[in-house]
């Protein structure tokens, strides 16, 4: 099964992809989780990606996509994915749609994850403490939510217009959230 996870910052995308990707045995891919490698890495994309994630901005569509080309170019792809944190804004999810439409890999489904804008706050504050990560600080966190209403929220549309769309509660415990992206995906 090929889905994207979509969801504001906080909503719970990677935590549940992790546990998704034991379930269903395909592979997650966490365009977030690249860029910070190439970050700590000290690569010349990581290099310039570091500042703008800091800030809560998105990277560019150019760079990102390179790096999902390089990543789909891999043949564990062919069985499957969940995709996280990609698509992000439109013109990537057009972006997405050509690449894996070369691939013969449509998209099965899109899951949105719903979280109230009170709960998300509390869990990035909470991470922010448990793990100090660079674009969990206040300010990063509000610009993240603004780009996040601007840029990514349309990109719901464009797969509620594919026929992919299917929206799940994200409040509960990790396992329930699990399960109703279970239920949903049937
Ligand atoms: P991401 O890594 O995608 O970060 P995120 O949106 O904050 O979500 P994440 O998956 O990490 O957190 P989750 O909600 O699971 O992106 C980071 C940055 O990279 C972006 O701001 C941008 O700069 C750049 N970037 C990435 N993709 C890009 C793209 N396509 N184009 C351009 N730039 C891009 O978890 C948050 C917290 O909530 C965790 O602490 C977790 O433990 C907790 N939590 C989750 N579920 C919970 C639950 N049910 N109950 C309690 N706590 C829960």
Redesign the pocket.
């Given at each position: 099964m090929r889905i994207v996870l979509l969801?504001?910052?906080?909503?719970?995308?990677?935590?549940?992809?992790a546990l998704l990707k034991t379930r269903l045995n395909v592979p997650h891919i966490?365009?977030?989780?690249i860029?910070?490698a190439a970050v700590a890495a000290g690569t010349p994309l990581g290099r310039q990606?570091k500042a703008?994630?800091a800030a809560?901005?998105?990277?560019?569509?150019e760079i990102?996509l390179g790096m999902l080309e390089e990543r789909f170019s891999q043949p564990d792809v062919l069985g499957g994915f969940i995709l996280?944190?990609?698509?992000?804004?439109l013109a990537?999810a057009n972006a997405l749609e050509a690449l894996l439409g070369r691939l013969g890999q449509p998209i099965d489904r899109a899951v949105q994850l719903d979280v109230a804008e009170s709960t998300l706050l509390q869990?990035?504050a909470?991470?922010a403490k448990?793990?100090g990560r660079a674009?969990d600080n206040p300010d990063s966190v509000a610009h993240?939510l603004h780009?996040y209403t601007e840029q990514t929220a349309p990109v719901i549309d464009f797969y509620e217009k594919h026929g992919a769309l299917v929206r799940v509660p994200?409040?509960?415990?990790?396992e329930e959230?699990l399960e109703r992206i279970i239920a949903a995906l049937d």
């Open positions: 969801g504001a910052p906080g909503s719970g995308k990677g935590t549940q992809a966490s365009t977030g989780e860029l910070r990606a703008v994630m809560g901005a998105l990277v560019s569509d990102v996280d944190g990609y698509p992000r804004n990537q869990r990035l909470g991470r448990a793990e674009d993240r780009v994200g409040e509960g415990s990790m959230i």
